[in-house]
């Protein structure tokens, strides 16, 4: 068995150590503590940016331990977030951290089993842990327990057997970069691993035919066809640890690829409530952002996702009528604006923008504000129930603005009520719209608090007497009983965003 350090040894700071975040250094100093049997098992030249964030780090555990390194994960705040059915495997799980010191998400991918393969299909199980874990070592300059270079030695050479497939599009794309990658795993490698001890360890665990395979592999500095003839070799081997028959693992591959394929043009470009990788344990949830124009919204929105989807399926969905996502009936409707400006020259009492007249709406503005509120209800509808699907799939959504019947003709509440004749179907339209919203309150309500002065130098066009206004009946929203948060939107963009991921990732 392998001597564990003394907590004093475990405990010391190092430099890769510092650069962990704190909850990072706590759960493995618990790991230790709790004489849990773990190991870091990917290549040791890639740990120090596992162990800074900028990566997964990949821990094997003990299937008897498992349990318990849940527990201490959960206890130094760590989450669960369970993958999407296409890309789950029931030995694998991944928790989440938030650390808001260096702004990153900590991700400790768990494998309770030896599983390796492609990135979309792992193909192999390898049942090795017991052995595995018993060599590992302590790296005293990281901080963590990780693989002994045999350990290590063997499993870069398989691992860059079986993790190149045609079909699977990310190892596709990447073959060169990880041929090249593994190439550089065995280089650094080559100094510690002792090429007997190493052909020893692979006889015990395979055979002796893959033991001189493996170990001409690893210490050959050759790319040329006899590699080739060995690689292909050792993958023969490994046919008994196969988890899938050859057709079925082509099939499931290929159904993943056009899955993973649909989830990322989906996030480019319909934005579909679907979810593709990973969501929150327990399920989805809607943020919404609300605020007067000119205090933000838009930009942390975007921010927010671009900081959660590295990691967790997101959606944002823009409830407002100017420059955010449209459907296309707005889409059509709002190139007749120009238009409509040159016929109204002016607007009647109660706008916030342009050119605003003291007298009540004519015949043209209302003939044109019944279509326009109609077609904004019904706009709303359709991208609240986008929303709440989405939500209800798994997705994380981030709303810019959210609909509201408190307070009419504010922050994206009802219009008909302007005019002073509208079609009893048409207003009922609308009332349901809003009302649906009110049924449906956003998880969490993030409300930026801006001042008067701000809001003028922002939106230059603005009535003043409109925006004090605002920022009054902003404060006295509800949104049907919500948590709501208060921000000062006054404070640096960077400040705003911190508070806005902390009260996010709280939710969560």
């Known amino acids: 068995m392998t001597v564990r350090p003394a907590t004093s040894e475990l405990r010391a700071p190092t430099t890769e150590e510092v650069r962990a975040p704190r909850a990072a250094r706590l759960a493995i100093e618990a790991f230790e503590d709790?004489?849990?049997?773990?190991?870091?098992?990917?290549?040791?030249?890639?740990?120090?940016?596992?162990?800074?964030?900028?990566?997964?780090?990949?821990?094997?555990?003990?299937?008897?331990?498992?349990?318990?390194?849940?527990?201490?994960?959960?206890?130094?705040?760590?989450?669960?977030?369970?993958?999407?059915?296409?890309?789950?495997?029931?030995?694998?799980?991944?928790?989440?951290?938030?650390?808001?010191?260096?702004?990153?998400?900590?991700?400790?991918?768990?494998?309770?089993?030896?599983?390796?393969?492609?990135?979309?299909?792992?193909?192999?199980?390898?049942?090795?842990?017991?052995?595995?874990?018993?060599?590992?070592?302590?790296?005293?300059?990281?901080?963590?327990?990780?693989?002994?270079?045999?350990?290590?030695?063997?499993?870069?050479?398989?691992?860059?057997?079986?993790?190149?497939?045609?079909?699977?599009?990310?190892?596709?794309?990447?073959?060169?970069?990880?041929?090249?990658?593994?190439?550089?795993?065995?280089?650094?490698?080559?100094?510690?691993?002792?090429?007997?001890?190493?052909?020893?360890?692979?006889?015990?665990?395979?055979?002796?035919?893959?033991?001189?395979?493996?170990?001409?592999?690893?210490?050959?500095?050759?790319?040329?066809?006899?590699?080739?003839?060995?690689?292909?070799?050792?993958?023969?081997?490994?046919?008994?640890?196969?988890?899938?028959?050859?057709?079925?693992?082509?099939?499931?591959?290929?159904?993943?690829?056009?899955?993973?394929?649909?989830?990322?043009?989906?996030?480019?470009?319909?934005?579909?409530?679907?979810?593709?990788?990973?969501r929150p344990l327990g399920g989805g949830c809607v943020v919404a952002l609300v605020g007067v124009d000119g205090s933000g919204k838009s930009t942390i929105v975007r921010t927010a996702q671009v900081w959660l989807s590295r990691e967790i399926d997101t959606m944002s969905v823009y409830f407002g009528t100017g420059d955010g996502r449209a459907t296309l009936p707005m889409l059509a409707f709002k190139m007749m604006i120009p238009l409509a400006r040159l016929v109204l020259r002016g607007r009647p009492r109660g706008s916030s923008h342009g050119t605003v007249r003291d007298s009540s709406p004519g015949r043209s503005y209302s003939a044109m504000m019944l279509i326009w509120?109609?077609?904004?209800?019904?706009?709303?509808?359709?991208?609240?129930?986008?929303?709440?699907?989405?939500?209800?799939?798994?997705?994380?959504?981030?709303?810019?603005?959210?609909?509201?019947?408190?307070?009419?003709?504010?922050?994206?509440?009802?219009?008909?009520?302007?005019?002073a004749s509208v079609p009893r179907p048409l207003s009922a339209f609308e009332e349901a719209t809003y009302a649906l919203a009110n049924r449906l309150p956003p998880d969490l309500v993030i409300r930026l608090l801006v001042s008067p002065e701000t809001v003028e130098a922002r939106e230059p066009t603005m009535d003043p007497t409109i925006i004090r206004t605002r920022l009054d009946q902003l404060r006295r929203l509800r949104f049907g009983g919500a948590r709501i948060v208060n921000v000062d939107a006054e404070q640096p963009l960077v400040e705003v965003v911190r508070i806005v991921k902390k009260e996010i990732w709280s939710l969560l």
């Open 373 to 419: 509120a109609s077609v904004v209800a019904w706009e709303k509808r359709v991208k609240l129930i986008r929303a709440w699907r989405g939500a209800h799939r798994g997705l994380v959504v981030l709303t810019d603005r959210y609909p509201q019947n408190e307070i009419p003709s504010f922050n994206d509440g009802p219009l008909l009520h302007r005019l």
């Open 34 to 278: 709790e004489k849990i049997s773990y190991c870091y098992w990917r290549s040791s030249r890639r740990l120090p940016r596992a162990m800074a964030g900028e990566s997964d780090l990949d821990l094997l555990v003990a299937a008897e331990d498992r349990h318990r390194f849940v527990e201490i994960l959960l206890r130094h705040g760590f989450k669960l977030f369970p993958a999407t059915p296409a890309a789950d495997h029931p030995g694998v799980a991944s928790f989440l951290n938030y650390d808001e010191r260096s702004d990153v998400i900590y991700h400790i991918h768990a494998h309770f089993r030896l599983i390796v393969g492609p990135p979309l299909l792992k193909s192999h199980w390898l049942p090795w842990e017991s052995l595995i874990l018993e060599r590992a070592v302590w790296g005293p300059e990281f901080g963590i327990r990780m693989l002994d270079p045999e350990s290590e030695a063997l499993l870069v050479v398989i691992r860059s057997c079986v993790e190149s497939s045609w079909s699977d599009p990310i190892a596709l794309k990447n073959r060169a970069a990880t041929v090249r990658k593994f190439a550089e795993d065995r280089r650094a490698l080559r100094a510690r691993a002792r090429r007997e001890a190493l052909h020893q360890l692979t006889e015990r665990l395979l055979t002796r035919d893959l033991a001189d395979a493996v170990t001409e592999i690893f210490f050959s500095e050759d790319s040329s066809r006899r590699d080739a003839v060995l690689r292909e070799y050792l993958r023969k081997g490994l046919q008994p640890y196969r988890i899938y028959g050859a057709a079925e693992a082509h099939s499931r591959s290929l159904g993943r690829a056009a899955l993973w394929g649909f989830g990322f043009l989906n996030q480019k470009f319909p934005q579909a409530p679907r979810p593709w990788r990973r």
